[in-house]
């Protein structure tokens, strides 16, 4: 069984666990979270189509080496801040982010700076908080969040510069 | 309390809280004018057979994305409706403490799924009257410490040794993010809760 199918499985599980408990309170408790979400949920998929089918165009003309080459074996805090706003301005899923760093530490980028890249880009990627925070969350929730978390890629990179890993 | 939206009362006339629907914004304007122009930009270097390339396979990807989508969705609208008012304000709301960003972090690493779940559920919860800062410890850790990203993707990519020093130095991230976004948060809006 794979990574994804189980995290399927995981997630309908919870969705069958939480409806049961909904369903034990009363049927319309159950009908009116059915209705809530599905709504949701059409009111969603607009926006996700356009980003996710979007997505790879953006990622295709935002050539990786450019972003690769942000994250060079150019060490110490400048570096690192560096990583952040490569971080930050990474477009694309998961594949891209992780192989953007992968490539980084093979070609000779410091580990803490790659740490703050992976760490910037999972706290505040613009296009993950366009494509996926906003529509889902109230907007001043979202701005709130990415700007208190900026000082968090530097902390874990000052961390792994003490404890010498990764 | 600091939503905004009025809350609707059933024919019992208990309050439910609701979330607010968002019309088309300018986040979604954003993103579609990003998309139009770098799908142009793909066609004048590849031509035609680039863009149909890529639109191949973002769709099969977003057909794979949307059950999981109404999964999240149907996830945050039954939270919202379970959870007890009262005891979410107690346990995550702004005078939790320690304990409820505590209680955040866990459940922010425990929760399954992608983005199609952590924000309609982080969503339901400041619904029910979770607080900024137990919030923005459940988002943090859900993308720092959560195991859904990490295993399907970080892993295979990054390599074990990597991936494990990530996790154990993100670990005190998620509730030092959420007491300092509750230490700002108080900051910026200390007439509100006054008032509370």
């Known amino acids: 069984m794979n990574a ?41 998929v607009p926006r996700i189509a356009v980003g996710v089918i979007g997505s790879g165009y953006i990622a295709a003309v935002i050539p990786q080496e450019i972003i690769t080459g942000w994250l060079g074996p150019n060490s110490g805090w400048l570096g690192v801040a560096t990583a952040v706003v490569a971080g930050a301005a990474t477009p694309g899923g998961p594949v891209v982010g992780f192989s953007i760093g992968a490539v980084a530490l093979k070609a000779g980028g410091g580990s803490p700076q790659v740490l703050a890249y992976v760490i910037a880009w999972a706290l505040f990627a613009f296009q993950r908080l366009l494509l996926w925070e906003i529509p889902f969350m109230p907007a001043r929730f979202v701005w709130f969040r990415a700007a208190v978390s900026i000082p968090f890629p530097f902390l874990a990179a000052a961390i792994a510069m003490v404890i010498g890993k990764p | ?80 409706e379970i959870l007890p008012h009262d005891k979410v304000s107690r346990s995550l709301g702004p005078d939790s403490g320690l304990k409820g960003l505590l209680i955040g972090t866990a459940f922010g690493a425990i929760l399954p799924g992608g983005p199609f779940t952590a924000y309609p559920v982080a969503s339901a919860l400041l619904t029910v009257g979770a607080d900024f800062g137990a919030t923005i410890a459940m988002v943090v850790s859900w993308t720092l410490i959560g195991y859904g990203r990490a295993v399907a993707w970080e892993l295979p990519i990054m390599g074990a040794d990597f991936t494990l020093w990530r996790i154990a130095i993100s670990l005190p991230l998620p509730v030092l993010a959420g007491a300092f976004g509750r230490f700002v948060y108080v900051q910026m809006y200390p007439a509100k809760d006054e008032a509370e």
């Open chain 2, 1 to 80: 309390m600091q939503d905004p939206d009025e809350p609707d009362y059933t024919a019992e006339g208990e309050p439910v809280p609701r979330r607010k629907r968002k019309p088309i914004g300018w986040s979604f304007i954003t993103i579609g004018v990003l998309v139009v122009v770098s799908a142009a930009l793909v066609w004048r270097r590849d031509g035609i057979q680039g863009v149909t390339e890529i639109l191949t396979h973002d769709v099969t990807l977003f057909g794979g994305i949307l059950p999981r989508v109404l999964a999240g969705c149907l996830l945050g609208a039954f939270i919202a």
């Open chain 1, 4 to 44: 994804a199918l189980l995290i399927d499985v995981i997630l309908w599980a919870s969705v069958a666990g939480v409806g049961y408990i909904a369903w034990r309170r009363g049927p319309k408790v159950m009908t009116a979270s059915l209705r809530e979400g599905t709504w949701d949920f059409i009111n969603i």
